[in-house]
């Protein structure tokens, strides 16, 4: 890494982290460094990433000390902070005053953070500038025996503070639940709050179709307040196993040029700076997109901009590396991002037209699972990547109704 102008000091070690390492291996011919608490499969062997591994990471002294580390090896490059999970991006905000004595770091600050990670806040927020999102009924501890709901079902169930959900344990543990009657709403109620999760629950409308009614919106604010960059992605399948719904598998470019002005402004509004991540689903009721949650940091699918012809880290390294002034562009590309198999995507994409895309995507060979990075080959990393991808067919059969 010596010769090289800058290091991304990415945190966490999962797909997120491999896909923005391929990123800026691909745009630079760089190597970035995985300071995280564990080795997950999507980043080992990699010939482009430097592991720095501690297992008490997520502890607050430990995680400052261990950057701070990072930082005297590694002081006479300029380093890019860059969270891949919800925890450490937390950790990063909340001890930004500290760490921007050592790090380039492309985050908002701290009173934004809870107005837009927290989700009641956070739709209070949307609510504030007109953005639409499904009716919700905001649950707390204190009340939630006797919750009665506004609207029918199926509802979502899913946490409000997903930092402090994801160290809570309970049986049954889900990312996020669909419930289809009262009785199953008061079983993963009970179930959630017995655990040491307390904070609010959000219980939300149901908005009905298929996989394929889902979008992914990407974009890049410059630390001027300006959007640089904005991607549309139509989901073909969505993770099913109960710990990563929510996750997306398969993705296609898209374009909506309304939906992009409206996020735009949005952001650019309210002041925001980095990586912004947005989840909806297109209501065929209302031929209008509901927004279901936004991710102050790019989210696990993002790489589909850079297999796609856009790469993701070129924004971010204008802007905090170089001070270049960008104006707005679009992704507006065909291209299909897969992590599993072909015969998955054919099999369980449930929308004709789209798969009959993917179909003709497959035949001009315009695919990529971005886990397997033709730069970074080795027969060991090869092997477990491609055991990884085959057992989606178990996955998808198991748990896709």
């Known amino acids: ?55 008490d990471l997520e502890n607050k002294e430990t995680f400052l000390k261990v950057l701070k580390d990072v930082y005297n090896e590694y002081k006479d490059k300029k380093l890019l902070l860059i969270a891949c999970s919800d925890v450490y991006m937390r950790l990063i905000i909340e001890n930004k005053k500290e760490l921007d004595k050592y790090f380039l ?26 953005l639409e999102f499904p009716r919700i009924f905001i649950c707390d501890y204190t009340h939630y025996k ?57 219980i939300q409308e149901y908005i009905p179709g ?30 099913k196993t109960p710990k990563s719904i929510g996750d997306y598998d398969a993705i296609i470019p898209t374009f909506d040029q309304e939906l992009f002005d409206r996020m735009q402004e949005f952001l650019e509004k309210i002041k925001y700076v980095g990586y912004a ?34 790469n993701i880290v070129k924004y971010l390294v204008d802007d905090f590396i170089y001070h270049k002034k960008r104006k707005i562009e679009y992704l507006n590309k065909k291209f299909l ?23 003709n995507l497959y035949k001009e060979h315009k695919v990529r699972n971005i886990l397997l990075y033709k730069n970074d080959f080795s027969i060991r990393r090869y092997i477990i990547i491609k055991l990884k991808t085959l057992r989606y067919y178990s996955k998808y059969k198991k748990y896709y109704k």
């Open 337 to 359: 991002w897969s992590i599993v198999p072909k015969g998955v995507v054919m099999k369980y994409t449930k929308n004709n037209e789209l798969k009959d895309i993917a179909r």
């Open 105 to 130: 770091i492309p985050y908002i600050d701290y009173d934004l953070m809870q107005k837009l990670v927290l989700k009641e806040e956070f739709y209070k927020t949307c609510t504030e500038y007109n």
């Open 1 to 55: 890494m010596k010769n090289q102008e800058f290091i991304p000091i990415l945190l966490g070690s999962d797909r997120n982290v491999y896909g923005m390492a391929v990123a800026f291996h691909e745009e630079y011919q760089i190597k970035s460094i995985s300071v995280r608490k564990t080795d997950y499969l999507e980043t080992k062997y990699s010939k482009i990433i430097v592991p720095f591994t501690n297992p």
């Open 210 to 239: 298929d996989d394929t009614n889902l979008r992914v919106l990407n974009a890049y604010v410059d630390s001027n307040h300006k959007v640089t960059f904005m991607a549309l992605g139509q989901i073909l399948l969505e993770e």
């Open 146 to 202: 006797d919750v009665s709901l506004p609207f029918d079902f199926p509802v979502i169930i899913k946490p409000s503070d997903s930092v402090s959900y994801w160290k809570a344990d309970f049986v049954g543990k889900k990312k996020v639940f669909i419930c289809y009657s009262e009785e199953e709403l008061h079983d993963i109620l009970n179930r959630i709050y017995k655990s040491s999760y307390k904070s609010n629950l959000i």
């Open 277 to 310: 991540n947005f989840d909806f689903k297109y209501d065929t009721r209302t031929n209008s997109y509901k927004l279901f949650e936004i991710n102050i940091r790019q989210g696990r699918s993002s790489s589909f901009t850079t297999v796609s012809g856009s």
